[in-house]
């Protein structure tokens, strides 16, 4: 595979910020749209037991999210940035009207024959999702507010999967309450938006080869994260091979600690 320049080691000059907007988009090629476990869903392969348990891993990421962003705000000296970056935690937890995305996904849960009570419980959360959410939001607690930025540019691609959703879902399963697209049709304008102020960032302070190379690699690790929640799920419920498979069919794997 041949490398691009700003992950060259040859690369002796920064990238044009048209160039290197591409090589953020070109990123786009690892997301996990493309996750053989995805592609089943969208495809129509996916069993019920499967689409319910991305749901239900997929929570901890969404509740975990909104975490995350005010770890970012708590990094950041900029108040212009915080009311901005702020909406984020809205769009999340609920305003106003707006009930937010977890209650959203909460729907979601519900529509695919999953409770609420099971979902808050995590009794679904693999350790391998846990695992990589917890070190996507780590990652931010540590970061810079301008890289942890950077990490949520994965946004980037998120809306093709949820029109991807949106799209072949109820179709190939019928099943599925359609209430429960609500979340999918919330993202789309949302993600748009995000997406746009962190670039912003990106390119603003992604000026030399250094920094430039930074960012992709950040931007890597946080489709590293997504990937591997993925290959969590597809041990668990396509292969048969959940955690601990070998002694117990009990749920032995520890649900978080304090």
């Not at 693999?126 to 946004?155: C, H, K, M």
């Not at 080869?209 to 890597?220: D, N």
């Not at 690790?221 to 799920?233: G, T």
Request: hydrophobic share 40%; net charge negative.
């Amino acid at each position: 595979m041949t490398a691009t320049p700003a992950t060259s080691p040859a690369a002796t000059a920064p990238l044009s910020p048209e160039a290197f907007r591409a090589a953020l988009l070109a990123k786009g090629d690892y997301y996990h749209i493309h996750h053989p476990y995805q592609v089943d869903m969208a495809e129509g392969r996916a069993t019920p037991e499967q689409i319910r348990g991305w749901v239900a891993n997929r929570f901890y990421y969404q509740v975990m999210i909104p975490q995350k962003d005010a770890a970012l705000l708590a990094n950041c000296p900029d108040a212009a940035t915080r009311r901005r970056w702020i909406q984020r935690l809205l769009d999340h937890d609920g305003h106003g009207d707006d009930a937010g995305g977890i209650e959203a996904w909460l729907a979601l849960g519900e529509a695919v024959g999953l409770s609420r009570e099971e979902l808050w419980a995590q009794e679904h959360v693999l350790p391998g999702v846990r695992f990589a959410v917890d070190a996507y939001v780590n990652f931010v607690r540590r970061a810079s507010w301008q890289e942890g930025a950077i990490s949520s540019l994965t946004e980037l691609f998120a809306p093709l999967a949820h029109q991807s959703r949106l799209d072949t879902w109820p179709g190939h399963y019928p099943w599925i309450d359609a209430a429960g697209y609500a979340y999918f049709r919330k993202r789309l304008k949302e993600a748009r938006r995000d997406v746009e102020h962190g670039l912003e960032v990106a390119l603003a302070v992604c000026t030399t080869v250094e920094t430039q190379q930074r960012a992709l690699e950040i931007l890597q690790f946080k489709l590293d994260v997504l990937w591997s929640m993925l290959d969590a799920m597809t041990l668990a419920y396509q292969l048969d091979r959940a955690p601990y498979h070998s002694v117990t069919d009990r749920r032995v794997h520890h649900r978080g600690l304090s």
